[in-house]
């Protein structure tokens, strides 16, 4: 209705001052914004019907009024057209975020809310909103050799950052299946990405798995340290015992990673996140406090604590992130280690 008001307007200055007929072109080309083609062609007929009845009340000569009615229509067949393309785009867009959508559901697959003993909750925000997915990446996938998780971060951005970790995802959902070590994962994953990345790229993760009750392993390459939530509440970071390259790297570095051993009893929270978490910067310049979070909002169901904390993130960067941001949490509620078998269709993903 906006369209139709601004010409109002118009018309009605005009019965009082004249000579502002010119201002009804500004009724098409506002409702080039707001509404469809028809809309468009609607408002420039009723504004150039009511420039002609007003021109002849007031006597205005007939070139005069040609050229004033010769502008609307003008505007209004231009606005149309430029309805026309914005409505088209706004289709392609939504075509591609559909697509979009169903590429992060195929590539960050849904986690339960429970596996087995064990809580779970994520967060994932990329970057480039209309895309929906970036370079980080994260899953959870239960075994016969207890849940196993990933939580990494692909150097680089856009397409070539979402193939790379589409490709660390593919590996570990089939290698953490597979292989009964740990170890032996995230081996499956540096040969796979050594052989189809670049010499400059790398991916830092961190593996971590629950192989027996009140247990918890973890393989740091490169990664942030995740951070370990006592049943007391008390939060500290879990610092690889020595460093490791990230994954790509290994055979440039010649180091290879080492396995954590954790205890993990009932009521221990494990946090597990991305540098677009811990790099988000307010408007004076300073990090967001992972930690303090962390310590502020935990409580005993993880989809509110990480709810809490992605809330106060946005807070702190005004609305909007920088980075691709990913956080899982994963609490153990109860004592029995036991987790169900995957189905076969499970195991295939």
Known sequence: MLPVLVVGVVVLVDLVGGAWL???AAGPALAAATNGPRGVLGIGLLAAALGATLGHEHGVPAGELAAVLSAVLAVTAASALASALRGRR??????VRSVAEAAQHALLQPVPETVGPFQVAVRYSAAAAEARIGGDLYALVPTPHGVRLIVGDVRGKGLPAVETAALVLGVFREAAYDEPDLLAVVGRIERSLSRNLGPDDFVTAVVAGCP???HLEIV???????????ASGDVGPVEPTQPAPPLGLRALSGQTPRLQHLSFSVGDQLLLYTDGVTEARDHAREFYPLTEGVARHTCDDPARTLTALHDELL???GGRLHDDAALLL???QTADGRLPQPTPAQAAL
Request: net charge positive.
């Open 22 to 24: 010119p201002l009804l």
């Open 90 to 95: 706004e289709r392609v867009l939504a075509a």
């Open 212 to 214: 027996r009750s009140g």
């Open 220 to 230: 740091n390459c490169g990664h942030a340290p995740p951070l370990l939530i006592s």
């Open 315 to 317: 807070a702190h960067v």
């Open 330 to 332: 994963l609490r153990k």
